[in-house]
């Protein structure tokens, strides 16, 4: 998994353009503004230039990027997402897994989170938590210290867009890697972003979004399986 969120220079460089809202913010900021399908099709072309297989099956439509995983209608959902060796979205829960790193509270932090490590509204309380400061926009996504793993930006900044459909609840059972429905209208978001709420940015808080739909407050990192 990435250290951090794709950044806005990141995706300059690989995609030719800057669709960030807050370019203000900086080359070193997270990209947003952009569409699940732009994520995805970042994706493969970081994978093309890597010389790996691409992960999805990605077209242009009216100008706007469709992707979709490959062989997704032919039944082989999981297994050709998560043995795919390109760069791809991560599934919730290797999204979560890697937020967590080994912990068990609400943040990696403990049970609460301060606007000394993350980007986000402060003003709405959660639990017994200290209010704190509202930012206006994003901000570098090394500004505030990674998790045990070394992951950063994992608590606000933007919501990271995962793999999985956003209309699926608990699984009901103990279940390995999951990755969700085959279909939905929705993509699951994690993270919580600069204008969310404290509780929104917890572990395991999740939002979602149309893939088609962009904003200043949706961004993404990609993971690889495999060497």
Not at 55 to 62: A, R, V
Not at 148 to 166: Q, R
């Amino acid at each position: 998994m990435w250290q951090t969120p794709v950044t806005q220079a990141e995706f300059k460089q690989i995609m030719g353009k800057n669709p960030a809202k807050y370019k203000k913010c900086g080359g070193n900021c997270p990209v947003e503004n952009v569409t699940w399908h732009d994520a995805a099709a970042f994706a493969n072309a970081l994978s093309r230039k890597h010389k790996l297989s691409e992960c999805f099956f990605c077209k242009k439509i009216l100008g706007n990027w469709r992707c979709y995983i490959r062989n997704e209608f032919k039944g082989n959902k999981r297994k050709d997402l998560l043995t795919c060796k390109g760069w791809r979205l991560p599934t919730e829960a290797e999204w979560e897994y890697a937020a967590r790193a080994g912990t068990r509270t609400p943040y990696y932090t403990g049970k609460c989170l301060s606007r000394r490590q993350g980007q986000f509204d402060g003003t709405n309380r959660y639990g017994k938590c200290p209010t704190g400061s509202t930012p206006m926009s994003t901000a570098p996504v090394k500004k505030y210290a990674p998790n045990p793993w070394g992951l950063y930006s994992i608590h606000g900044n933007v919501w990271e867009w995962c793999w999985d459909w956003g209309n699926w609840g608990l699984p009901g059972k103990s279940v390995v890697d999951p990755v969700g429905p085959k279909y939905g209208g929705s993509r699951i978001a994690k993270g919580g972003a600069w204008n969310t709420s404290m509780a929104d940015t917890r572990s395991a808080s999740r939002g979602s979004g149309s893939p088609e739909a962009s904003s200043s407050y949706f961004g993404f990192r990609l993971v690889r399986t495999g060497p």
